[in-house]
């Protein structure tokens, strides 16, 4: 099928992701609770002379520990939404929404048209079925490669989603993603626009395998059972339950790429992270194994309708093209 795997995998992405971004950003924002600021340490407060007490002509302060920090309340997706529409008004649920464009024309692209071409050649022709094993390995091949390319487009889009909750004087403020990644560019260095992209290619190894391979498998199932027919209903049944299987397998890599990707690094500071082990003990130790599944509801709602409105436009685009 050649490049027309790559056209409906990509307008199919770009359609999906545009639609659910609201909730891809509400999910980025949870991922984030918890997160300990990054600040100077403060083990003690110093009283000033004007409240110490003097001994004859010295001066003397006195250290008393500082008071312990109260992390704020977790709140639901739903507490989430409100408070960015509140605080930031409602166009901010499409804060890196052009970065969200950037990334399903790179990443999503790519490994839809791989994942195709590997299933075109991989599939029997006598019996015109892929097993499920060479499935998952076309959808890890797919997905590695799709998400090195698209990794760019992945930093930028967390960035912008993310810069609401930051404070105003520490907002980075890109006008969009090109501006992004220009910036990051500039400030950080190259090496920058590809940081935390063995997360990405982690993760995305795992979503395009858990999500193509699952929704093939659970479609083939469906048809070969005589459960329903190809159309509508079978589409939408095998992509959510493929939405699912996607959301279990790769929040976890998830969780760790939102934090390496969001990190701050001050010239001749340490970084918050060094590298995604580090993030996973330092949340965990922090947070509890259950962090690594913040963000989990939006995920799976957002994973859930992505991959619906993927697979069925993906359908649709495929009986446009039909005769092209």
């Known amino acids: 099928m050649?490049?027309?795997?790559?056209?409906?995998?990509g307008i199919a992405s770009?359609?999906?992701?545009?639609?659910?971004h609201p909730l891809d950003l509400i999910k980025v924002r949870m991922q984030l609770q918890g997160?300990?600021?990054?600040?100077?340490?403060?083990?003690?407060?110093?009283?000033?002379?004007?409240?110490?007490?003097?001994?004859?002509?010295?001066?003397?302060t006195f250290s008393i520990p500082a008071p312990s920090v109260v992390a704020p309340p977790r709140v639901g997706p739903v507490?989430?939404?409100?408070?960015?529409?509140?605080?930031?008004?409602?166009?901010?649920?499409?804060?890196?929404?052009?970065?969200?464009?950037?990334?399903?024309?790179?990443?999503?692209?790519?490994?839809?048209?791989l994942y195709d071409m590997l299933k075109q050649k991989w599939t029997d022709p006598d019996t015109n079925i892929m097993p499920l094993s060479k499935k998952i390995v076309a959808g890890l091949i797919a997905g590695g490669i799709g998400a090195a390319v698209g990794n760019p487009a992945d930093v930028a889009m967390v960035r912008m989603q993310a810069d609401g909750r930051l404070p105003i004087s520490q907002r980075r403020n890109y006008k969009s993603v090109i501006d992004a990644i220009t910036q990051m560019s500039k400030s950080e260095g190259v090496a920058s626009l590809w940081r935390g992209s063995s997360l990405t290619v982690n993760r995305a190894m795992l979503v395009t395998a858990s999500q193509l391979a699952s929704y093939d498998q659970f479609k083939e199932t469906i048809l070969e059972k005589g459960l329903m027919k190809d159309g509508l209903g079978t589409h939408?049944?095998?992509?959510?339950?493929?939405?699912?299987?996607?959301?279990v397998a790769s929040n976890p890599v998830d969780v760790i790429k939102t934090r390496v990707m969001n990190m701050k690094v001050d010239p001749g500071m340490a970084p918050p992270y060094n590298g995604a082990?580090?993030?996973?003990?330092?949340?965990?130790?922090?947070?509890?194994?259950?962090?690594l599944y913040k963000g989990f509801i939006p995920t799976i709602s957002r994973q859930g309708p992505f991959t619906v409105v993927l697979f069925v436009t993906l359908e649709q685009v495929r009986k446009m093209l039909k005769d092209f």
């Open 2 to 9: 050649g490049v027309k795997g790559f056209v409906e995998g």
């Open 14 to 20: 770009i359609i999906a992701g545009c639609s659910t």
């Open 35 to 60: 997160e300990t600021p990054i600040s100077a340490p403060a083990t003690v407060h110093n009283l000033r002379p004007a409240l110490a007490f003097h001994t004859g002509a010295a001066n003397h």
């Open 79 to 113: 507490s989430v939404g409100v408070k960015i529409i509140q605080q930031e008004g409602v166009a901010a649920l499409f804060s890196g929404v052009s970065a969200t464009v950037l990334r399903q024309t790179l990443y999503s692209t790519t490994r839809m048209g």
């Open 236 to 247: 939408v049944t095998s992509s959510f339950a493929a939405g699912f299987v996607a959301a």
């Open 277 to 291: 082990i580090d993030c996973a003990m330092k949340t965990i130790k922090a947070e509890g194994p259950m962090a």
